[in-house]
């Protein structure tokens, strides 16, 4: 073969390549012919196939440029330069993207230039960016790093119209988009937005002075979506140019007439351009007649463009008509002590819930005379009305105070008693057994300083895990019960009733509502759930109490019942509430008791108490949390191993059965040590004591039961509630006779 023939087959060889790689081929239309099949002979040597191309976004492995160590980000080139030649490209009819050809079809070939308005094309494996029909130079071309394909991050950036700086302290190139603070380190998978972390395909790296970043990284983090066109081998991102437009109106309600609306917008612009006019269509400050009204919102930006209408349907009403108060009472005149109905008949023309005030109500009237008793009702909107009804007391007496109370007073309401006699009354006498489950009880130190394990112990079978702590530090904290299986075997641990109560910073309520979930669960069955732990296995349980943030000052309150087939170590930490507790309980060092309150581990916490003998034909008492008649559970602090008595018995569930109560006898209970707050179980319903506030010692009662006309048996579940105070008797009296009016 003569020379001849082969500079033939060499000008052949380059036009076929050429004209399947138009893209390039076009690049070079622009320079002499000479430079043009130069260039047009690299790129086909260059350039790999379709298949090959395209791997590079689908994570297929394909050779990678070697990163250069001795790279540094504050010299990196310029991110893309437009190149002057790239206007004279010619324009052809886009192809849908990643689209195949018909079968036998010529194959037409879209410059890399088209498209859209807005959108920014990058070439796969070459550093070529086409933006608008200008064609700029990326630092470096898009390329595959073990099998992920990475763009200079600059040149995106700066075509997106973002700035792009960097922190050499913590080699970290940082944008801000949006106000929201996007940050990238060399080497290292993870990218931060305002401080939260997302992971990367791969890492960012520094080659031959330009930074690089996975392109699916780098869309998501900017929300810029983008689709791929494989017969073109290129990458087309579609950027935000308009600039969006939004408002809220208040307030919620409107009404015609009255309501001055208040217009909140909220609008945004791209690509550094900036909100320089808006339009309002429908828009009215009082609207004068009820309705449906459509209001929209438009804005231009600095470069030029209009958001799309942005419309919201407001829903006028008809103008708020006041409530009406009224209320009637069963008589117009009582006799003193003369038990008094009253009837809340009050309404709202608009159908508005009402909050109620009454003055000088009462359930009766001790003294005579006339007495003026008054409602004011109020609506949602804060309109309000008001009613009074004069009654008058006569100077009969139908019921002393003291009667009248033990008859009348609701169940959980409180009444004054002469709190120093009580004292005198008799002791019921009954029998004690208990049930054999382990108590553990956390509860010192109660007011918790620094973070650790308030306390830690292993138990098997049937256990009662109670909780009450307050957060003292000046972070926000959380709690866990985080159970551990040391045994060769899976453990399995089944709730079987608990309670919740906080975060609040009163710790009378949270332990009142810790009971009272508790109690719930006991009589409705709700709380069965089951952990199994593997050999070595440690996870949170009673989720409850993790489920919450404590803030500094907030009290929680725990107390559950669980059964495990093999024992199992439970600690229970306070810890900051950004951290992770498995992680963090190795860490942890154990917390002293704080010399006041209780914790320790007591085994046999279910107290069983059985009255026989009759109660209530004359006054007596049962006393609970005294240690004198009913004394402290012993037990063991498993962190120091040394005796503990707990004091109160907090954690101990009584379930009294008083087998013969004379018919109308009324049941109350009476605080000896102080206030209390918490609930009972009264024959299977839950009575509060009180209904609200406190019941104070000595004088005060709560009422709990009151029987009928025949002998009962009663069952009580009692169990103190964590922040009150210890002992209280329950009161049985003899009911005085009804009488008629």
Do not use: C
């Not at 991102?237 to 909220?266: C, D, W």
């Amino acid at each position: 073969m003569n020379v001849r023939k082969l500079a033939l087959i060499a000008v052949l060889t380059v036009a076929q390549a050429a004209s399947a790689f138009p893209a390039f081929a076009e690049s070079a239309a622009s320079a002499p012919a000479s430079t043009a099949a130069k260039t047009a002979a690299a790129n086909a040597a260059s350039s790999p196939s379709p298949s090959a191309t395209a791997a590079s976004l689908t994570g297929t492995e394909s050779p990678a440029p070697t990163v250069s160590p001795e790279a540094s980000p504050t010299t990196e080139q310029p991110g893309a330069t437009p190149e002057p030649s790239a206007s004279a490209l010619p324009s052809a009819s886009p192809q849908p993207s990643g689209a195949p050809l018909p079968t036998g079809a010529p194959a037409v070939q879209i410059p890399a230039s088209t498209a859209g308005s807005g959108q920014l094309v990058l070439m796969m494996n070459s550093n070529k960016m086409y933006m608008n029909g200008v064609l700029y130079l990326a630092g470096q071309p898009m390329a595959v790093k073990n099998g992920v394909s990475n763009v200079a991050i600059r040149a995106m950036v700066e075509r997106v119209g973002l700035k792009l700086t960097y922190n050499g302290a913590t080699k970290e190139t940082i944008i801000i988009k949006d106000g929201n603070e996007l940050r990238f380190k060399t080497n290292s998978k993870i990218y931060t937005v305002n401080g939260k972390a997302t992971l990367m395909k791969g890492p960012a790296y520094q080659y031959k002075n330009t930074f690089m970043v996975p392109l699916t990284s780098i869309t998501q983090a900017l929300g810029i979506p983008y689709t791929v066109d494989y017969v073109q081998k290129r990458v087309i991102l579609t950027l935000q140019t308009k600039p969006k437009a939004s408002f809220t109106v208040q307030p919620s309600e409107i009404f015609a007439g009255e309501t001055t609306v208040n217009y909140v917008t909220s609008s945004q612009a791209f690509n550094g351009a900036t909100i320089v006019e808006e339009r309002w269509e429908g828009r009215q400050d009082v609207f004068a007649q009820p309705g449906y009204y459509t209001v929209s919102y438009s804005v231009r930006d600095s470069n030029g463009q209009w958001s799309d209408p942005y419309p919201v349907t407001i829903n006028v009403l008809k103008p708020n008509q006041p409530p009406v108060a009224q209320f009637t009472t069963n008589k117009d005149e009582y006799k003193m002590g003369e038990p008094i109905t009253i009837t809340n008949i009050s309404s709202d023309p608009d159908g508005d819930a009402l909050t109620e005030s009454w003055s000088n109500r009462a359930l009766a009237f001790f003294n005579p005379g006339p007495v003026p008793i008054q409602l004011t009702v109020t609506d949602t909107h804060g309109h309000s009305s008001t009613f009074e009804k004069v009654i008058n007391i006569t100077n009969e007496v139908l019921y002393s105070q003291e009667d009248f109370n033990k008859l009348f007073v609701p169940l959980g309401d409180i009444y004054t008693i002469i709190g120093s006699v009580v004292p005198t009354w008799n002791k019921v006498t009954y029998t004690v057994s208990s049930d054999p489950i382990t108590l553990i009880r956390s509860n010192s130190p109660e007011t918790v300083n620094s973070e650790g394990i308030v306390y830690q112990e292993t138990a098997m079978g049937s256990t009662r895990i109670m909780v009450h702590h307050k957060n003292s530090m000046s972070t926000n904290m959380k709690m866990y019960v985080i159970a551990t299986n040391d045994n060769m075997y899976p453990a399995t641990i089944t709730t079987q009733q608990s309670g919740f109560g906080g975060p609040l910073d009163i710790p009378t309520a949270t332990g009142k509502k810790s009971i009272e979930t508790y109690l719930q669960s006991m009589s409705l069955g709700g709380a069965y759930d089951n952990v199994t732990l593997q050999p070595g296995e440690s996870k949170p349980v009673l989720t409850a109490i993790n489920n919450v943030t404590m803030k500094p000052g907030q009290v929680i309150s725990l107390m559950s019942d669980v059964f495990s087939d093999y024992p199992v170590k439970y600690s229970i930490i306070m810890i900051d509430a950004t951290k992770d507790p498995l992680q963090t309980l190795p860490t942890l060092n154990y917390l002293d008791r704080d010399g006041v309150h209780n914790r320790g581990t007591y085994p046999d916490a279910n107290r069983i108490i059985t009255v026989t003998d009759p109660v209530g034909q004359a006054p007596s008492r049962l006393v609970l949390g005294d240690n004198n008649t009913d004394l402290n559970l012993k037990g063991m602090d498993a962190l120091t191993g040394t005796e503990a008595s707990n004091s109160g018995n907090f954690g101990v569930v009584y379930k009294i059965t008083l087998t013969r109560v004379a018919p109308n006898t009324l049941i109350t209970l009476n605080p000896r040590g102080g206030k209390y707050q918490g609930p009972l179980l009264v024959n299977g319903n839950i009575i509060e004591a009180p209904n609200a506030g406190a019941v104070d010692a000595p004088n005060q009662n709560s009422v709990l039961y009151r029987t009928g006309n025949l002998e009962q048996t009663v069952e009580i579940v009692f169990t103190p509630a964590s922040g009150s105070n210890l002992p209280i008797n329950l009161l049985f009296m003899p009911l005085p006779p009804q009488k008629t009016e």
